[in-house]
């Protein structure tokens, strides 16, 4: 086991953490931009309480309001433009994953004079790896895709029909302030494709890593386990503060790094298909995976078989006749399927009305984003255009 680990992101973590969001705000300058997205945050009283820390602690407001969900270079360079324009001297996400992703590429857009869209991984030939950005706040108000302690986001290009992501280290956020209160207003069925998305950045590590990793392997299975306890009691109760909380830290322990550490993880299948979907369709993140997730396992399973068992022996409790033992993998993967559809989630791409088609562009476009030296996409098992074509197809 070889690896190195960085997460410079101070976390406070609790209910009523919002409230200090000025204190740590004017440790980083005067004048904020603040990203919001469409509107829940401001029908739901957060942005007041936001906008109230911040004025009592000096610090002005610009805000960049308005970020879609995928959200799109052009909201990142509207961000960006608005911070130029009024000195801004931090970046301030309050939102769901959305608006944390387009946060981070504002706060690097804003000190860099080219297209923010050549920072974003898409295939072309030079990629502008930003090294510094404006310093970072974020204050999740979704409990998703731990965008708020990680130094990833995902963009969308409507124009060119891609989505896809940079990863640099100086994107993480200084401060994530994460108060699980923020979240009690969102609806069951975000919650539950929350639950999903966290889950499968653990999967993605779990089924893709070197093996023989017993500790990342029992992080990974406690953060399922959680999630599948407090997941469906928070889409029940939305106002089930302790369920809120279990699942707010549970989606930010997900991608924080330590999980996937010495993991030896060789890659991410199922979030780079989702991506091109999504891009395509502009489907909820999460939709995508909860359809491709249980359909790459079964193709991961071939040849990963006794991951595949040890998970559903440990998180289902299955009995398995031994390490190979396929018809156990297999259970454990239908048993994942039904939990997903248990809180409501589609597991098939039939019930969000995509059929075919399109299946070999998605393939392509994949591989074209993102491949190894052999034009594979990488993971344990390195998938080829045929591979993804099959692993869509069994999703239909
Ligand atoms: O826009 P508003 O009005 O705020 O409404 C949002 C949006 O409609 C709503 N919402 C958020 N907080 C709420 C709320 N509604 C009621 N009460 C609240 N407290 O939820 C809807 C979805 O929001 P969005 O931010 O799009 O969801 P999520 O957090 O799932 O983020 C998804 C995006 O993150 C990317 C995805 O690809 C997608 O673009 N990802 C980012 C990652 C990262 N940076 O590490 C990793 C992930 O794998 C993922 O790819
Ligand atoms: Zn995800």
Request: charged content about 20%; proline content about 4%; glycine content about 10%.
């Amino acid at each position: 086991m070889k690896f190195e680990f960085l997460n410079p992101t101070r976390i406070v973590f609790g209910a009523g953490s919002l409230s200090r969001l000025g204190e740590f705000a004017s440790r980083y300058g005067k004048r904020a931009l603040v990203v919001t997205g469409g509107g829940s945050i401001k029908r739901n009283g957060t942005f007041d309480r936001a906008i109230k820390s911040l004025k009592d602690a000096g610090v002005s407001v610009y805000e960049c309001a308005g970020v879609e969900p995928n959200p799109r270079i052009t909201s990142v360079r509207r961000g960006a433009e608005t911070a130029r324009q009024n000195g801004c001297d931090m970046v301030i996400a309050v939102g769901g994953g959305s608006v944390m992703d387009a946060s981070k590429v504002m706060a690097a857009a804003a000190l860099y004079d080219g297209d923010p869209w050549n920072m974003i991984l898409h295939g072309q030939e030079k990629v502008h790896v930003p090294t510094e950005a404006l310093p970072i706040t974020t204050v999740p108000t979704l409990a998703a895709t731990g965008s708020e302690t990680n130094c990833g986001a995902v963009i969308s290009n409507e124009e060119t029909q891609e989505k896809s992501f940079m990863m640099t280290e100086c994107l993480y956020p200084k401060v994530a302030l994460l108060d699980p209160e923020l979240t009690m207003s969102v609806p069951k069925d975000q919650t539950a494709y929350g639950v999903c998305d966290l889950i499968t950045h653990v999967t993605e590590g779990y089924f893709n890593g070197t093996g023989n990793t017993p500790i990342q392997d029992r992080f990974a299975e406690g953060v399922i386990l959680t999630a599948m306890e407090y997941g469906p009691k928070a889409i029940a109760d939305g106002r089930d503060l302790d369920a809120r909380t279990q699942v707010q830290w549970a989606a930010s322990v997900a991608l924080i790094g330590w999980v996937q550490s010495g993991a030896g993880s060789m890659g991410s299948p199922v979030h780079m298909i989702e991506h091109t979907v999504s891009a395509y369709h502009d489907i909820t993140h999460a939709t995508g995976l909860s359809i491709i997730n249980p359909s790459w396992m079964r193709f991961a399973a071939k040849t990963n078989t006794s991951k595949f068992v040890q998970f559903a022996e440990r998180i289902f409790g299955l009995p398995a006749k031994g390490p190979e033992d396929m018809e156990c993998a297999l259970s454990g993967i239908d048993r994942f399927e039904e939990f997903l559809k248990s809180i409501g989630c589609l597991t098939r791409f039939s019930e969000l009305g995509i059929d075919g088609k399109l299946i070999g562009t998605y393939a392509k476009e994949t591989l074209r984003i993102m491949h190894d030296d052999k034009g594979m996409l990488q993971a344990r098992t390195p998938m080829s255009e045929a591979d993804i074509v099959e692993v869509l197809k069994a999703a239909l």
